[in-house]
T-cell receptor, first 113, second 114 residues
């Protein structure tokens, strides 16, 4: 079974530029999460989807961040414009509906210069 | 506000020794307490988890001890091996209506010396 696939693995951009991250969850997993992990810290939730509906986006900085999960499968997280403080690893995770543990992808490491 | 507090920040253990990582929480609504293991360049991977109705759970060399009254839980790694060298995160979640958002500790970097 393929795991959670994320791309790109690394991205370096200049501040004020836009950037997008893509996630393909495990087949059949209804729930999808985006987390941000700052250097030396634990992951922090940005947004949670149940199928195509964003059911918890309370921690998403909506002035510059947006996300979508079309057809309830793949998801894209976008930042526009990026700021220096957005440098972090962006992790996608998925789980079957109602499952407590979930599977993370390897993440996208974003560096904003 | 950090929902889950984790210590120590780093830990060095000799091969064959016991590694112990501690976590504490405040929110009594948490009802699921997993530990994740993360290697460099990889995402966190679920290692072991416990619910508050049991005081201990063991899977191979990994054991979670849970103290509900003290709102503390810990991970014990017996017979630590160099391959266990990684960052370990405790976490907690609550699940009314399937919310299940994980709140992570700040992580412990474990180094096992051969």
């Amino acid at each position: 079974e393929a795991g959670v696939v994320q791309s790109p693995r690394y991205k370096i951009i200049e501040k004020k530029q836009p950037v997008a991250f893509w996630c393909n969850p495990i087949s059949g997993h209804n729930t999808l999460y985006w987390y941000r992990q700052n250097l030396g810290q634990g992951p922090e939730l940005l947004i949670r989807y149940e199928n195509e509906e964003a059911v918890d986006d309370s921690q998403l900085p909506k002035d510059r961040f947006s996300a979508e999960r079309l057809k309830g499968v793949d998801s894209t997280l976008k930042i526009q414009p990026a700021e220096l403080g957005d440098s972090a690893v962006y992790l996608c995770a998925s789980s079957p509906r109602g499952a407590r543990g979930y599977t993370f992808g390897s993440g996208t490491r974003l560096t904003v210069v | 506000q950090q929902q889950v507090k984790q210590s120590p920040q780093s830990l060095i253990v000799q091969k064959g020794g016991i590694s112990i990582i501690n976590c504490a929480y405040e929110n009594t609504a948490f009802d699921y307490f997993p530990w994740y293991q993360q290697f460099p360049g990889k995402g966190p991977a679920l290692l072991i988890a416990i619910r508050p109705d049991v005081s201990e759970k063991k899977e191979g060399r990994f054991t979670i001890s849970f103290n509900k009254s003290a709102k503390q839980f810990s991970l014990h790694i017996m017979d630590s091996q160099p391959g266990d060298s990684a960052t370990y995160f405790c976490a907690a979640s609550m699940a009314p209506a399937g919310a299940n958002n994980l709140f992570f500790g700040t992580g412990t970097r474990l180094t096992v010396i051969p």
